[in-house]
């Protein structure tokens, strides 16, 4: 029987009060990232993996929740560093080769679209185009993680979760968990949102691990709802 997979939490600053989770998995020494943070605490990032002994050819993907500047601002340095892979949903696309946060998401007033567009954009020189495209059902064990694709709308309508056959999910930012577990406070399309949380329900999921806030196990979510 296989050793379980290691999951190692990389926790960076975001806003005040607010930090941003990547996960590190590690199984026979071999690593899959998922996320990577903004691009200024790219040294922690790169500090945290290179104690976890993830050297270049060592990590075999780089898994991408969503869009957001604050989860893939490392994805296009990490990629040319470690020689590896990035993938994300198509629903996203434009966010990341395009720098646009707004992309495929409903518009916001001119100014306030002004505005965060100029302090919330993926700069140029870490736009990229991801290697795979990734779809509900999508079974990654070919890279050594032994999960499979969730498409989980709401936050972003590329935002997907990642069910572990160990019963872990990453749930990007669907859900959160400052204080307590809940639906994450920065949501795009309630209802998709809504509909994205009862898909879980009959799932065999244990732990979850958002993108904000610390792991929970689903049972708490359920007992508050």
Avoid at 34 to 54: F, P, Y
Wanted: glycine share 8%; hydrophobic share 40%; with cysteine.
């Amino acid at each position: 029987m296989a050793e379980p997979a290691q999951i190692e939490t990389i926790t960076t600053p975001f806003f005040p009060g607010i930090s941003v989770n990547c996960y590190l998995i590690e199984r026979d020494g071999a690593f899959i990232l998922i996320d990577t943070a903004r691009r200024g605490q790219r040294a922690a990032v790169e500090a945290a993996l290179n104690r976890a002994g993830c050297s270049p050819g060592k990590l075999r993907l780089i898994l991408l929740t969503h869009g957001d500047f604050d989860h893939c601002g490392n994805a296009a340095y990490l990629r040319r560093k470690y020689q590896t892979r990035v993938a994300m949903h198509l629903d996203d696309r434009g966010m990341v080769e395009q720098g646009d946060m707004f992309w495929n998401r409903k518009q916001p007033n001119a100014l306030i679209g002004f505005i965060f567009r100029r302090i919330l954009s993926l700069p140029k020189d870490d736009q990229f185009t991801p290697d795979l495209w990734l779809k509900e059902g999508d079974d990654l064990s070919v890279f050594g993680f032994d999960a499979r694709v969730i498409e989980l709308p709401g936050h972003s309508r590329g935002n997907i979760g990642l069910l572990t056959d160990e019963r872990d999910l990453f749930c990007g930012d669907l859900l959160g968990n400052l204080g307590q577990p809940k639906l994450w406070s920065l949501i795009d399309d309630p209802a998709a949102a809504a509909a994205s949380v009862e898909k879980l329900r009959p799932m065999p999921i244990r732990t979850v691990y958002p993108g904000h806030g610390k792991a929970f196990r689903i049972k708490e979510l359920w007992e508050i709802q």
